[in-house]
């Protein structure tokens, strides 16, 4: 079984980062300068995932990556990607979670996402995560024209750790 890591995206990432969005997400595909403002803009914490096994493409390949935007209340995310050789291994889960955990080092209220409504393979990670849908966004998704899901993770009715309330020991 291979081993995956979690680090930074680097602008040296881009055009593998470019390659897997084009791949995955066809006309709906972030560009260059989308990718490059978007990591330009304020509260945006980014990361990949590589696997450390031989043969793969290169040193330090990048088989997944993921954004998470904080505005001061809620963490959106506002991608995640896994290339297709590495899908149901567990790096979505992996992507996931990091961000999911940035988003309660910054004290997130809650965590929400935009995914649309016949993605099933994202929509049960998600749901696995514990996302639930609060709305449908009408033709969100253009030039597919399809509709979107919001989905939100609330991170207050999580459990408290004993320090949370003072009474730790
Ligand atoms: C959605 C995506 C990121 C999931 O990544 P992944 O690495 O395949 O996911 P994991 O292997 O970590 O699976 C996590 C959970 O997601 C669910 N899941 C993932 N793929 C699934 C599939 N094809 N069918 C059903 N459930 C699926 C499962 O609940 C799974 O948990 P389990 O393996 O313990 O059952 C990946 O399918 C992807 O890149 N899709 C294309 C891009 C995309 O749609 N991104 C989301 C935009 S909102």
């Known amino acids: ?9 680097r602008s040296s990432d881009f055009d593998r980062v470019l390659w897997l969005e084009r791949d995955l997400f066809g006309s709906g595909a972030w560009t260059y300068g989308m990718l490059a403002d978007e990591l330009a803009g304020l509260g945006r914490w980014y990361i990949v995932a590589t696997v450390d096994e031989p043969g793969t493409i290169g040193p330090d390949p990048v088989i997944g990556y993921a954004g998470l935007w904080f505005d001061g209340d809620d963490a959106q995310v506002m991608t995640i990607g896994v290339a297709r050789n590495y899908q149901r291994s567990g790096v979505g889960r992996l992507l996931l979670d990091a961000l999911i955990e940035r988003a309660r080092q910054l004290k997130a209220e809650a965590v929400l996402l935009e995914v649309r409504v016949d993605n099933e393979p994202a929509l049960a990670m998600y749901r696995r995560f514990g996302f639930e849908v609060l709305a449908v966004r009408k033709r969100y998704y253009q030039p597919e024209d399809k509709d979107a899901y919001t989905m939100r993770l609330d991170l207050r009715t999580e459990p408290r750790t004993a320090t949370d309330d003072g009474n730790a020991a």
Not at 1 to 9: K, N, T, V
């Open 1 to 9: 079984m291979p081993e995956f890591q979690i680090r930074p995206l």
